[in-house]
């Protein structure tokens, strides 16, 4: 409806479109089942509004009155004409649009009502800030959501958390990680590194990555869940430093956080509750020293040569890593 002009067979083509993106997700919606419907935002709310103006209703929106506004709009055609109460000057070159893809709703999941819930996006946003607030962190939900469903070891995403965060707060002045969301992302990183192993071993971090990158994870950015994707990513084998090249300077950063998190994971590749060393780790430019207590890396023969390996991966990205 870009010139304002409204047709059935442009209003056709708008349907058609909105079902065609509802295609995807109708069929799980509908498994779930469900006991009432309700919308939110001020498209939904100026169409119940509408309705009630024309005595379909109270306010909420329902199948009978979409098909009266639609006749009514289609008698109208054009936006300009729109003068139904309770429709904003503003809002009226997008209602045609609004209630093409609303009635693509109703017909997918067929409803035969919905009711209108005064809160929104930035109601949203508002509780998810004071829910980080009160340490409630929507995030953290998410997390756990996506660790449950993808059977993470639990035990093990605890352990490399605690150990990636400890060598973190010993580094983070040296390599200027001490502002941001550097500390976050990585225990982030850590709580999710092997959610790929419920797809398969095989090249398991990239699957992780892909699932991060792709899945909707409530509370993240953008830019969040592509940085968070490419720490799991890059959490073995190869560093993908062209990839992280793409944040410009927080691609530095998160090179750090990689290695940061190389390290945890390797601290505990061998898996269980058996005490570990404190170690001490220094941080100047790209290198890491790593020390451990005297005699321990002798006496564990399978932990040195995990570190060995990883100085090897680690010089392919110009990072180097002592180990002694």
């Known amino acids: 409806f870009k010139d304002g002009k409204i047709t059935p067979a442009r209003y056709a083509q708008a349907y058609t479109a909105a079902r065609?993106?509802?295609?995807?997700?109708?069929?799980?919606?509908h498994r779930l089942t469900w006991d009432e419907a309700i919308g939110s935002s001020?498209?939904?709310r100026a169409i119940g509004l509408a309705l009630k103006a024309g005595g379909h209703g109270t306010g909420e929106v329902n199948a009978e009155g979409l098909a009266w506004l639609k006749r009514k709009l289609f008698k109208l055609g054009d936006v300009d004409k729109i003068d139904f109460e309770g429709i904003k000057p503003d809002r009226r070159a997008i209602f045609p649009a609004g209630l093409a893809i609303l009635e693509a709703i109703f017909d997918a999941l067929e409803l035969q009502r919905m009711d209108h819930c005064e809160g929104a996006l930035r109601e949203g946003v508002l509780y998810d800030l004071l829910g980080r607030h009160h340490h409630e962190d929507v995030r953290e939900r998410t997390l756990s959501s996506l660790m449950e469903r993808y059977h993470v070891d639990l035990e093990q995403a605890v352990r490399v958390e605690r150990k990636a965060l400890h060598a973190f707060d010993q580094v983070a002045e040296d390599w200027e990680l001490d502002d941001?969301?550097?500390?976050e992302l990585l225990g982030w990183a850590a709580k999710v590194h092997e959610v790929g192993l419920d797809i398969a071993h095989y090249h398991y971090h990239k699957h992780g990555a892909y699932l991060i990158e792709h899945s909707d994870l409530a509370g993240f950015s953008r830019e969040d869940q592509q940085?968070?994707?490419?720490?799991?990513?890059?959490?073995?084998?190869?560093?993908?430093?062209?990839?992280?090249?793409?944040f410009g300077d927080d691609g530095i950063k998160l090179i750090r956080l990689c290695v940061l998190l190389r390290f945890a994971i390797l601290f505990h590749h061998i898996r269980g509750t058996q005490e570990m060393p404190q170690v001490v780790l220094h941080a100047n430019g790209d290198s890491l020293d790593v020390l451990f207590p005297d005699n321990w890396l002798d006496e564990n023969q399978l932990t040195q040569a995990d570190f060995g390996l990883e100085a090897e991966w680690l010089t392919r990205v110009g990072f180097t890593l002592n180990v002694r």
């Open 20 to 29: 065609l993106e509802i295609m995807s997700i109708e069929h799980a919606l």
């Open 42 to 44: 001020g498209t939904i």
């Open 180 to 183: 941001g969301v550097w500390r």
């Open 227 to 246: 940085m968070l994707a490419l720490l799991v990513r890059g959490h073995r084998r190869n560093i993908p430093k062209d990839k992280f090249a793409e």
